[in-house]
């Protein structure tokens, strides 16, 4: 558990999808508790190194001061970052197959959420693109889940954001905000698409003893017991076999 | 649900490519005297394993999510492989990769992003030659197609059943292919049976029938024969045929009969659908 200044309590569980090592996760999580901000990216499977550039951005997000989200600044922010990931594979001699796929680029959906304080109140601004999922639940019963509310909205082919500059201002176009007003006992997930549809499948059945587990284990920074936990789900197909997410804030 | 298995390193699933190479594959299609058959399909092959390739890259890695064969049929039932990978069958797909035959290259059209196009140069990897000669072992084919399934099924018993894609311009000369079509549709992983697609291509100019669910408008016992041993489209394959602008409906079967180049292709693409990639 990490603490951070504001009353903000950070949990984190990041896992590849079974079959896959540590290393192949194309899930990214990063935050930077000191300036509350936090990102989640889902880089695109069937894409090139989608890994490198989930990581890349979420990183290079949290880094930032302050952090952007208006199109004027978020626009030149993911071109510099696209033209550094291609930049870097440039430098390398790729077999023919590599360097094909290499000129579709790499594509990755993200979540991004920073909280910030005016006057006596903790605010949050939020932007995403794509199909990772901020939740945000009010003694974790009132949810409001952005940018995706229902489950059925998973598992269509949803706008990315491309490392290649050409493709990149389409997508920027795409890209959905959110903001309001948080309070203690508030509480933020930011999952991948996995655990988002999962979620929400159990709010839309009422099944509030599985995601009552699921807030016990992330509570406790149960990292094995989260693995089983996904194990179980993803054995009676309750959760499709995907890489796995979360940042979990809770407000105190 | 059946052809819902996952597909992954440690469960891949196959591909087997029958490939009529008969004397008649060196005419055109439709009778025409331009584009020879042989021609045009090897180059759909070769763009079909291309785009598998490219499907199972990640990085710079290749992975094994494809096991495939290309059986040729005509003078002789063989691999159809050229180079290094020349009579090997069931090759995991990053050994395709990296054994092409030869690079060659090759022009193709793209948009210059002021509403035209221009011609630029691109690698074209070729793993097999066009081949035409000899008769129709159709039969041959179909028992050289059992073996190898035969052989991955015991090895793959959970995997996304294995797809063959048939390929065929003429009736078969070493029998009736029926009882062995149906032998081949009797195998099965847990996921569900094999699925066997056939594509007719013709010598002559005739109208083609894409994808239907009963033979009633087949032309004749031969078109009939070919229907009677498809497989009927699984739904993934139906959904992805719809977002390529094709119409299946339910029970429509994996057969194209006196299909032109554009068919030969959307066969190719549809058959190699199967994307539920981890």
Known sequence: MIRAPYGLRIHRFLAPKKGSQ??????????????????VADGATEAYDSRSWARLFVRAWVRIQPPVFEMQAFEPFVRDLGRRLHRKWSKRKLPWYAEEKIQGGSFTAFVLLHFYIVGVTLHWKASALGDCCLIHRRNLTDCNTFPITRSEEFGSNPILLPSIESKQRRALDSVQHASGAAAPGDDFLLVSDAVGSWFLKQRENGEAETTGLFDRLTESNDADGLQNFFGDLRSTGQIRNDDIAVVRIEVY | MPYGAEISRSNPTCFIILLDQSGSMADGFGGSDGLRKSDFVA????????????????????????????????????????????????????????????????????????????????????????????GTPMCAALSQAKVELEQWLSEHKDGFPPTVLHLTDGESTDGDPTALGKELLSLRTSDGSILLF???????????????????????????????????????????????????????????FNGDPASVVQFFELGTRPANLR
């Open chain 2, 198 to 256: 056939n594509c007719h291509v013709s010598s002559h100019r005739a109208a083609k029938v894409e994808y239907p669910s009963g033979d009633s408008g087949l032309p004749d016992q031969f078109a009939k024969t070919l229907f009677g041993i498809s497989s009927a489209l699984p739904e993934s394959f139906r959904k992805a045929a719809e977002q390529t602008g094709v119409n299946v409906s339910e029970g429509g079967r994996g057969f194209v």
């Open chain 1, 22 to 39: 540590p290393g192949e996760c194309e899930d990214a999580i990063a935050f930077n508790a000191g300036r509350m901000v936090f990102a």
């Open chain 2, 43 to 134: 180059d759909v092959v070769n763009k079909t394993l291309h785009d598998l390739v490219i499907r199972c890259t990640k990085g710079e890695e290749i992975r094994n999510y494809y096991h495939i064969s290309i059986i040729g049929y005509g003078g002789s039932v063989q691999s159809a492989f050229a180079g290094a990978l020349g009579g090997k069958t069931l090759v995991p797909i990053a050994e395709v990769a990296d054994n092409p035959a030869r690079l060659e290259t090759r022009t193709k059209k793209v948009p210059d992003g002021a509403g035209s196009l221009v011609e630029q140069q691109v690698r074209f990897p070729i793993w097999i030659d066009p081949g035409a000669s000899g």
